[in-house]
């Protein structure tokens, strides 16, 4: 079955840097876009990066552009997201995404991660 494990959340200083992964299993990863999202209690999910599935073009929330790097392993079945430079409204719960939708080998729904917490404190 799909699965969508993120890792590597956690406190982090005004300014400093973490990086997120998303391992991937259960579907042909590289014929898939991947996407992260974030959310806060109270407000909808929001999307920061996407990636396509081989080119490696990438989009980026306004919010995010020149901080965060979307980027994919897909002989690792994994994809990041390198975030610099945090601020505390970057504080959230950062999901992993798989896109569903129609494609040519047919219809695919949308699968989630569990989530992973980071905080921008100091």
């Known amino acids: 079955q799909v699965q969508l494990v993120e890792s590597g959340g956690g406190l982090v200083q005004p300014g400093g840097s973490v990086r997120l992964s998303c391992a991937a299993s259960?579907?042909?990863?590289?014929?898939?876009?991947m996407s992260w999202y974030r959310q806060v209690p109270g407000k909808e999910r929001e999307l920061v990066a996407t990636?396509?599935?081989?080119?490696?073009?990438?989009n980026y929330a306004d919010s995010v552009k020149g901080r965060f790097t979307i980027s994919r392993d897909n002989s690792k079945t994994t994809v990041y997201l390198q975030m610099n430079n945090l601020k505390p409204e970057d504080t959230a719960v950062y999901y992993c995404?798989?896109?569903?939708?129609?494609?040519?080998?047919?219809?695919?729904?949308?699968?989630w991660g569990q989530g992973t917490q980071v905080t921008v404190s100091s």
């Open positions: 995404k798989r896109p569903g939708g129609t494609y040519p080998w047919g219809y695919a729904q949308d699968y």
């Open positions: 990636i396509s599935s081989v080119a490696g073009s990438t």
């Open positions: 259960g579907f042909i990863f590289n014929r898939y876009a």
